[in-house]
């Protein structure tokens, strides 16, 4: 069956500091990949989706993610991470031959300290 | 108009009463979507409406009752609902039902059952 894995349920990064947020997918076929971004209390915002072409791309706020066939992975990236970016991450896949439907990773919690 | 409206934003009923949640878009989107999400935990689908007919219902208990009045109106009726079905629910849209459109969402009703 089609899974979504997010191995980090919370991450701390010092303000400024890199982030790296992993996402492992288990699908047979070629998935369509998102990463939503869900401040507390409110809806999931589209950070940056991937459906074909170039594997690395680019979203809002500063954010990338690479596609990495060989591994599974979407990871998402940002390389200088602001104290307003403390949220929840999703990591989001489809397929057609799923239905079309978006299943949703467990998400990781992004802490920034100052 | 790029938004999904929910309404209202928090909620509280008791077990015997009949609420409805409600859902609005403005950029014709032909799909939308009724998700559940529990403290802690990714949004889980609900129900999918495809050109206002119901195209997936995720074997939801039938206390939960959608309803698609027009391509711009998304309801959700609510009757004797349990302490357990207390959670964030979110609207959202797309284009079309493929997965590759991407989803709007809606910031979410805050249900509280006692």
């Known amino acids: 069956a089609q899974s979504v894995t997010q191995p980090d349920i919370h991450i701390t990064v010092s303000e400024g500091a890199s982030l790296e947020l992993r996402c492992n997918y288990s699908?047979?076929?070629?998935?369509?990949l998102f990463w939503y971004v869900q401040s507390p209390g409110q809806g999931l915002q589209l950070l940056l989706k991937?459906?074909?072409?170039?594997?690395l791309v680019q979203g809002i706020k500063g954010f990338e993610a690479e596609f990495k066939r060989s591994q599974s992975s979407f990871n998402l990236r940002k390389p200088s991470v602001h104290w307003s970016d403390a949220a929840e991450y999703f990591c989001a896949v489809g397929a057609e031959e799923y239905g079309n439907k978006l299943v949703f990773g467990a998400g990781t919690i992004l802490r920034v300290k100052s | 108009d790029t938004e999904v409206t929910q309404t209202p934003k928090h909620l509280v009923m008791g077990m015997t009463n009949k609420k409805s949640l409600k859902c609005e878009q403005h950029?014709?989107?032909?799909?939308m979507y009724w998700y559940k999400q529990k403290a802690k935990k990714p949004p889980e689908l609900m129900f999918v409406y495809s050109y206002e007919k119901l195209s997936i219902n995720e074997s939801v208990p039938s206390r939960f009752s959608p309803e698609c009045p027009n391509s711009s109106l998304l309801n959700l009726h609510l009757h004797a609902l349990q302490p357990e079905d207390s959670a964030l629910y979110l609207c959202?849209?797309?284009?079309?039902?493929?997965?590759?459109?991407?989803?709007?969402f809606g910031s979410g009703t805050r249900l509280t059952v006692v």
């Open positions: 959202a849209s797309s284009q079309d039902t493929g997965v590759d459109y991407g989803y709007t």
């Open positions: 991937y459906f074909s072409g170039d594997t």
């Open positions: 950029m014709g989107h032909r799909a």
């Open positions: 699908y047979g076929a070629t998935p369509y």
